[in-house]
């Protein structure tokens, strides 16, 4: 028999938004519109708030963590800078592949003119204060950028969303200075900063426990806005499949081809010996449940040095999410397309820092990174709003990046090994 309570969560969602689109035209219909926006709305508005809410902390405590777990840095320093900067190029390539793509399939827009420009009314209106921010802004001098990123206060960047270099400024700096005072000093905070996590983690848990309400009563609320069009669909569609395709070239065309020509091994060879990390990935949709599999099997059937394996994995499952950095870039840009806002160099150069930050932020859990996206989105300006469009189709989004952030630290580790003249190369030629 059906049970709601055994449905997979990300079913409920996808339930829910087919649900909130049939009410909110039903309701349409009847020419309720207006109780749709007293009575049903503000639920959603709730769920955007929630996610909201734990976004700084999250931001801070998964920071803090990622950056203190680096703690033997000194001792591996070679293999430890190398394999920190090789992330940080893979995500900010994907980061860049991602907005090339949407920029150039442009998915949203597909929606019509009228809609965009009624979204785009909506939008001005609420963003009076920021016009005025933005005039203070120009006033200001060149290195404005860079003193901005350095609060006056702690309580003030954690109270304001639209803050978060602030909060990653600070996230970093205590991580660094946790890892200066050494292991033994750092110790007592080691478990506190674990446990913080994981009710963190927790929280995430239950708030997306009230996901189907939440995204129901947007829903609803968006199809009576749209006034019944559902033109907002073909976009959505055109959307999935501009994720899809930028994930597939990383899969499929990038990372085999790179591992051939910078690590040396066969691009077959990486294909095959991945598919079943991938597959694991896939399935789960979580790069930390994937980790002990992505460690054992690389060793036997990629060639890993057990060196390698054993600080590269660890340190990529936190910190190199190639596949939601893309995500996000294509996920940002294209809310921005619906709203029909043009982002300014300056905000597509902060999308870039952004997201390549948000993804070392983002935990590897199923969905881990939609919290990290409210708070880009918030951070740019764009309408959190927006988020519920792409989140009834996030899952399989979230299978398919998943199967990219694994496949990215496979990459990274051939070429940690390759620099180190470890079994692989034995194992290529
Ligand atoms: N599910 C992803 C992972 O575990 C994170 C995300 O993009 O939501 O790698």
Same mark, same amino acid.
């Given at each position: ?33 207006? =109780?749709? %926006? &007293?009575?049903? $709305?503000?639920?959603?508005? /709730? #769920?955007?708030? !929630?996610?909201?809410? +734990? *976004? ?100 003030? =960047?954690? %109270? &304001?969303?639209? $803050?978060?270099?602030?909060? /990653? #400024?600070?996230? !970093?700096?205590?991580? +660094? *200075? ?252």
């Amino acid at each position: 028999m059906f049970s709601l309570r055994r449905t997979p969560l990300y079913l409920q969602i996808l339930l829910a938004m087919v649900l909130g689109a049939l009410a909110g035209y039903l309701l349409l219909l009847a020419g309720w519109s207006e =109780a749709v %926006t &007293d009575w049903i $709305k503000p639920w959603g508005t /709730i #769920f955007i708030r !929630l996610l909201k809410l +734990i *976004a700084v902390p999250l931001v801070f405590i998964s920071l803090v963590k990622g950056v203190s777990q680096m703690g033997d840095l000194t001792q591996l320093s070679r293999l430890g800078f190398r394999t920190v900067g090789t992330y940080l190029i893979t995500t900010l390539l994907a980061v860049s592949l991602g907005l090339g793509m949407v920029s150039l399939i442009q998915p949203g827009n597909y929606l019509p003119e009228d809609k965009t420009a009624a979204l785009n009314a909506e939008y001005l209106s609420n963003i009076n204060d920021q016009v005025h921010m933005a005039d203070e802004l120009k006033n200001d001098g060149p290195l404005t950028f860079l003193v901005d990123i350095i609060p006056e206060n702690l309580a003030m =960047a954690a %109270t &304001d969303n639209s $803050k978060m270099l602030q909060i /990653i #400024f600070v996230a !970093l700096i205590a991580g +660094i *200075a946790l890892i200066a005072i050494g292991k033994e000093k750092a110790a007592p905070l080691e478990p506190v900063i674990d446990a913080v996590n994981t009710v963190i983690l927790k929280i995430i848990d239950f708030i997306m426990l009230y996901a189907p309400v939440g995204v129901f009563a947007l829903m609803a609320g968006m199809v009576t806005d749209f006034a019944g069009d559902t033109a907002i669909f073909a976009s959505l569609g055109m959307y999935a499949l501009t994720v899809i395709l930028c994930l597939l070239l990383l899969i499929l065309g990038i990372y085999p081809l790179a591992t051939r020509l910078f690590a040396n091994y066969p691009a077959f060879s990486y294909l095959k010996g991945i598919f079943p990390i991938q597959l694991l990935a896939f399935s789960t949709s979580s790069s930390a449940a994937t980790l002990p599999f992505t460690m054992e099997h690389s060793q036997k059937h990629l060639g890993i040095s057990e060196e390698t394996a054993s600080f590269v994995f660890p340190v990529g499952a936190t910190i190199n999410m190639d596949g939601t950095s893309a995500y996000q870039a294509v996920s940002i840009l294209f809310i921005a397309q619906l709203y029909g806002i043009d982002l300014t160099v300056a905000q597509l150069l902060s999308v870039l820092l952004l997201t390549v930050l948000a993804s070392i932020g983002t935990p590897g859990v199923p969905g881990g990174s939609i919290v990290m996206t409210v708070m880009v989105l918030s951070s740019i300006g764009i309408p959190t709003e927006g988020l519920v469009i792409i989140l009834g189709i996030d899952r399989p989004l979230d299978m398919l990046r998943t199967v990219v952030n694994v496949s990215g630290d496979v990459f990274v580790a051939k070429l940690m090994d390759k620099y180190k003249g470890k079994p692989s190369d034995l194992i290529s030629s």
